[in-house]
């Protein structure tokens, strides 16, 4: 899975710290998300979608 995750972070000027606030999980939740070595549940996924007003899809793309 590919995920959009650190264009939209710069994009929307967050930092990790920032974006992991915003959906209630730790920094390194967010650097492993961006890194593709984790799979967010299906609620985090849509937290983080919420947040860059975008759809699941948008930001997590299945390969």
Not at 19 to 38: D, S
Not at 43 to 49: E, F, G, N, P, R
Request: glycine content about 4%; proline content about 2%; hydrophobic content about 45%.
């Amino acid at each position: 899975m590919i995920t959009r995750i650190k264009e939209l972070r710069a994009r929307e000027n967050l930092t990790q710290i920032d974006l992991a606030q915003k959906v209630g999980v730790r920094r390194e939740t967010i650097v492993f998300l961006e890194k593709g070595k984790y799979n967010p549940s299906l609620k985090l996924a849509y937290d983080i979608s919420k947040v860059f007003k975008m759809r699941i899809e948008e930001v997590f793309i299945m390969e």
